[in-house]
């Protein structure tokens, strides 16, 4: 069987496995008229603590009333959730650096959305941004679906692809690096057309990596004239800038990723503080991406909160094969590295930056371990960086939504936005990881069993055998057709 025929079958099946005459609880379909969810606890994503759940209305997929009094007048049309007391209710969830792409035969990342897509889901992330795509029609190709009501997934941002130099993956180092797919004398206005290309198929935010000074310029500004939001990874592989944060930031950047300054302490780190000042002034996004960067190390240290689970049995018995034989990666950095990061987030935290800190996992798989789960590594390691478990699910939900621009559909539990909702075991305020004991995940008023999601993808991502390498081989697509 090869891979479309896979995704067909699968997504057939997850159809099945979803509509089982078992009630609400494992619909993959709107619920007929109303859908009520009592009791609980509610923490909508608007204040600092969590209330008592006196009743949360939807209808049509969306939040219809929140704090309803809902017991004397329950219509019979209307499907009823009823929360233990010790049961929390929060917003979906937003990764906004969720790679879906793959390197799993050593020939470049490329892009498996589907079952990235359920597992992204059954973890409670009912939205992602995808930061940057080797094969961008194949995240929008499952957007559509998923749009229509064909696909089951989280609700995809779609980056459309890297916009700079780093389209050709690792076969480069830095801006001056010439590619096929962003040569270096591009021309302004091939840039110009490139972000409104990607903005005709509804790209709402690009990613920034490896472009020079002037082509990021003209990017950010041709991103805002699409009515478009930018993100930039500024570093290159000789650890220097591309182009300097305080220029991006000048420049009206709108996130930036990874780290605010080059050094580990010492005088290439000297610059943190003038650059907080700046971020807060100019309201600039930051997404630290901790469990990626100290990823190996903190996995090492507490590896019972960071491993939870098997993920390696969502890959195909051959793709299991591949993945032991290439072994761990080393450190993205050294402890004095991490400590840096650590220290920039908690800094830009204590100094009033609380509403401008995200989540995003920056997982590109070259392992057994995948993003959807990544994303619950990412919370914790912000609370081990001194983060209240509070500020770190902001980040998740309110802050997400804002810093992508759909804060009047997504983000908190508010009347008139879509109801992208999770109900957890226990409460995420007092500790995090009760964020990933999941009951249900509700993505615009459609209830799902994070079990049953889970299990209709095991041994599902990667190739079938050596046969079956094609759709996961990276070719780089040259800018300008002969």
Known sequence: MNHSARIVLSAATMLILLTPAMGYAERSGPVDGELIIRGGWLFDGVGDTRRPNRGIIIRAGKIAEVDADV????????????????????????????????DLVDAGRVEEVVYNGVIFLANGVTSTWSAGEYYPERVITQRDLIDAGKAIGPRLFASGPYFGAFRCEYDIKTAADDCPAWPNDITEAEIRREVDKWAEQGVISIKIKQATPIEAKILIEQAHKNGMTATAHLANYNVEYDVPLKDAILMGIDRVEHQLTLGSGGPRSAEMEEMIDLILTHQVYYDANLQMYGGINLRREHPAEMIWTDEAKYFTPYTQSLLRKRGPPPPESDEAEFAQRVLELKTLYESGGENLLVVGTDEPVYTSLLPGFAYHRELLAMTYAGLPPVTVLKAATTNGANALGIEARLGSIEPGKLADLVVVRGNPLDDIKAARNIRFVIKEGIVYNPEVLLRSVVGMIGPLGPDDHENWTLRIKPLREN
């Open 71 to 102: 017991p004397q007048r329950i219509p019979t049309t209307a499907n009823v959730m009823d929360l233990a007391d010790s049961e929390t209710i929060f917003p979906g969830m937003i990764d906004l650096h969720a790679h879906y792409n793959l």
